[in-house]
């Protein structure tokens, strides 16, 4: 409106302006131009006076439509944003109850699995309890042979051999093995006069076939290479005969020192268990431990029998020694103490 006021006003003072340049001619003509332009004043004042309102209704009118299409936009935009919410609280409703059919059918599956990971542990213990599965310790060692011969495996390979120790000949040989043994025969042996006992071993040379680690208990093994993990390294000492006859071997033997006139094994022994806690070993054909600390090792699904070997070995210049930790026996004489295996 201020616009249109100093038009108003501008055209005012044109008017004047116009007025006082007049030239006029006559009195007449001088009141006939004021006369018009009087009259052209007043029509002007009357349309910009007009044009004032106009503008003033264009204004209010202008306002109201604003404000009534910013209501209108504020009605949608809360219309939109309660959508929004509902769309939010339904998706979120829709998540929570995904949620539970998952965690349903996860539970579902772990049941299912569950029952059958407990029907397959069962027959697979049925199976390991008849000792067909069970796999000889991994790494290379050997053990005392038994009558029934070496474990035989598609995964482990054992080879037979043996020691001849050529023992107390020129006084009375004392060499002795328990009764009703399970040992491979023979053990004892007397030929020319000479006297020998035997020890036969089974040996597993293959170090990379697999297989389980040694349980924790209280026993020995013969050495083959490095002790396996926890065993401790000993050994024992023999003084063999050295005249009439020597000591020999045959086949594959385990860690030793051998001369014709003397002997030196040497074993692994653990003992980080009481032997009254049953340990876990193939159960498919029986075998030989060494004893170590008063008592046979318990191991699962295997009766045990304590056998013994005594070797004399010489009497004069008897150099017999042992190493800790080594089987449980004697020296000068030598005496070995073992025990025997079998499935119940």
């Given at each position: ?100 059919q998952v965690d349903a059918l996860f539970q579902k599956s772990q ?12 027959r697979v213990q049925h199976v390991l309890d008849r000792g067909f ?212």
């Amino acid at each position: 409106m201020k616009n249109v006021r100093n038009s108003n006003l501008c055209f005012q003072n044109k008017i004047t302006t116009k007025e006082s340049k007049v030239n006029i001619g006559s009195q007449l003509d001088a009141l006939a131009i004021l006369r018009v332009m009087k009259n052209d004043k007043e029509e002007i004042e009357e349309k910009l006076g007009s044009l004032e309102d106009r503008t003033e209704r264009y204004e209010q009118e202008l306002k109201a439509a604003t404000d009534e299409e910013l209501s209108k936009l504020k009605e949608k935009l809360d219309a939109l944003e309660m959508d929004l919410n509902t769309t939010l609280a339904d998706q979120e409703k829709s998540f929570e109850l995904l949620q539970t059919q998952v965690d349903a059918l996860f539970q579902k599956s772990q049941r299912n699995h569950s029952d059958r990971l407990s029907v397959l542990e069962s027959r697979v213990q049925h199976v390991l309890d008849r000792g067909f599965l069970q796999l000889w310790p991994r790494g290379s060692y050997a053990l005392p042979q038994p009558k029934s011969g070496c474990p035989s495996s598609a995964m482990a390979a054992f080879v037979p051999g043996y020691r001849r120790h050529h023992t107390e000949s020129n006084s009375r040989n004392k060499d002795q093995v328990s009764e009703g043994n399970h040992l491979q025969p023979s053990v004892l042996e007397r030929q020319s006069s000479q006297n020998y006992v035997y020890q036969r071993f089974c040996v597993k040379n293959d170090r990379l076939s697999p297989g389980p680690v040694w349980p924790a208990g209280t026993y020995c093994i013969n050495k083959m290479e490095e002790c396996p993990l926890f065993f401790e390294e000993g050994s024992i000492k023999w003084t063999d005969q050295g005249k009439g006859g020597e000591s020999t071997t045959s086949g594959a033997v385990p860690n030793g020192q051998y001369t014709e006139a003397s002997t030196r094994l040497f074993y692994c022994c653990r003992k980080d268990a009481a032997v009254d806690e049953p340990a876990d070993l193939p159960r498919a054909q029986p075998f030989y431990l060494y004893r170590f600390g008063g008592k046979c090792q318990q191991v699962n699904g295997m009766s045990v029998t304590e056998e013994f070997i005594r070797f004399d070995t010489v009497n004069v210049n008897n150099s017999d020694e042992a190493v800790d930790p080594h089987p449980d026996g004697e020296i000068n004489d030598v005496v070995l103490h073992l025990c025997y295996y079998q499935q119940i």
